[in-house]
């Protein structure tokens, strides 16, 4: 009981939460970084404009069967060898963000190839263009679709920022290292919190997402 | 990148077979896990819902570095010792159960009420129409995104780099660290998940389509 007392006193839980603004941060700048280049990427594909559409899969299709560690690893000690240097904030949110906008490319393909197709053919019809129609008809109940995939994606993009502490982001699971590496009694305390920590984030996401989806509905 | 290979291959090789043996390992088992705990989510018992629903939430909510983590450096402290590649497979499978539960569980629930039903009225009991009826149906349905549980899996398998679980992901910075060419190194390690990983997400899309 004194070791959780000791270890939650207000240094430590000051440094903590520096760590979880850090993966809050770059997790809000890696979604909504991914969610622009995800959104552009999967209709290129659904449209199947010659050459690029296949381009883009396969470049989706590559990424997005790849372990996110790699692709950190990749951004932090890769480009150095082609003389980029990034700091480890900007590798996390360069690696993160591509990583992400190919899975939401999928998701947003998807949630595209969902809506019924006389959608389309109807706002044709009325005598808007292909793009009009994309964007005032079928882009709007797309999007209805996805949003539940989309914040579970968005769930495990923050939940991932945590592997980023390899490259020594400041991030929450960083910082908890930092504190119990000075104390052994710390340990399970600072796990406990962490645990704790990403709960409280990740879970109040998921409660939004659900009233959301409630409230389209 | 020949170079890599042919200089290094047993390692790769090593590695390779250590991703594949861990993410097998703990597929089987968060098969288990998951399918129980999906069960527990369906079953007419207040209290096994409310476990189980605790148990999916809490798990898919945390990193899975942090369970790993937890297994590699909490455990060994008041229970037993356990190795890197215990501790990460035992890590993935708590991670992954969570999801296969939640993914179960919606496949559960799209078989028609219907089937529990008419199997309860032919006079069945329940865990028989569940084991004979409603899952055999329910398992048709979550067979691709099953697929992508395993897709996942193997990708998060490289979790095993951060508690020495010897895995492609460690061997790969192993061999950048001797070899001094990361760029390349990193590439061989990626074409080797790859093998693994994209024949598995082309076949769950033509088996989603086949079974739309």
């Not at chain 2, 097998?24 to 088992?29: D, G, K, P």
């Amino acid at each position: 009981m004194k070791d959780f007392i000791n270890a939650y006193s207000w240094i430590n839980i000051h440094y903590l939460l520096q760590g979880l603004w850090i993966t809050v941060a770059v997790s809000l700048v890696s979604i909504v970084g991914s969610y622009v280049l995800g959104s552009i990427l999967g209709i290129v594909r659904y449209v199947n404009i010659k050459v690029i559409s296949p381009v883009v899969g396969l470049f989706i299709d590559i990424i997005r069967n790849l372990p996110l560690l790699l692709i950190i690893f990749f951004t932090y000690f890769g480009l150095p060898n082609l003389g980029l240097r990034p700091s480890s904030v900007w590798a996390t949110i360069l690696a993160m963000t591509v990583f992400e906008s190919t899975m939401i490319a999928e998701i947003v393909r998807s949630g595209i190839a969902a809506v019924d197709p006389g959608q389309m053919e109807g706002a044709r019809a009325n005598g808007l263009s292909y793009g009009q129609a994309m964007y005032h008809i079928v882009l709007p109940q797309a999007m209805k679709k996805m949003i539940p995939a989309l914040v579970s994606q968005f769930i495990s993009l923050i939940k991932d920022t945590s592997l980023a502490t390899i490259i020594v982001l400041p991030d929450l699971m960083h910082n908890a290292q930092i504190v119990y590496g000075q104390n052994s009694t710390y340990i399970l305390p600072m796990f406990l919190m962490i645990a704790v920590m990403y709960f409280i984030v990740c879970y109040a996401l998921s409660l939004l997402s659900r009233s959301l989806d409630r409230r389209m509905s | 990148m020949i170079a890599i290979f042919h200089n290094y291959g047993s390692l790769l090789l090593q590695g390779f077979g250590q991703t594949l043996l861990c993410s097998v390992i703990a597929l089987i088992f968060s098969l288990v896990i998951g399918s129980m705990f999906a069960i527990f989510e369906t079953t007419p018992i207040k209290f096994l819902r409310v476990i189980a629903r605790i148990y999916i939430e809490v798990f898919r909510n945390i990193p899975l570095l942090v369970i790993t983590m937890f297994f590699y450096v909490v455990i060994p402290m008041f229970v037993t010792k356990i190795n890197g590649f215990t501790a990460g497979t035992i890590g993935l499978t708590i991670y992954t159960s969570a999801f296969i539960a939640e993914t179960v569980r919606s496949g559960i629930n799209s078989v028609d009420p219907g089937q529990m039903e008419g199997a309860r009225a032919n006079g069945l009991s329940w865990w028989q129409s569940m084991q004979h009826i409603v899952l055999p149906q329910a398992f048709r349905y979550v067979i691709p995104p099953l697929g992508n549980q395993f897709i996942n899996l193997v990708k998060n398998s490289s979790v095993l780099a951060f508690v020495a679980g010897f895995d492609l992901m460690y061997q790969g910075n192993v061999i950048a660290s001797d070899s001094l060419n990361t760029m390349s190194t990193y590439i061989c390690i990626g074409i080797l998940y790859l093998i693994i990983t994209l024949p598995l997400s082309y076949w769950m899309r033509y088996l989603e389509k086949k079974l739309a």
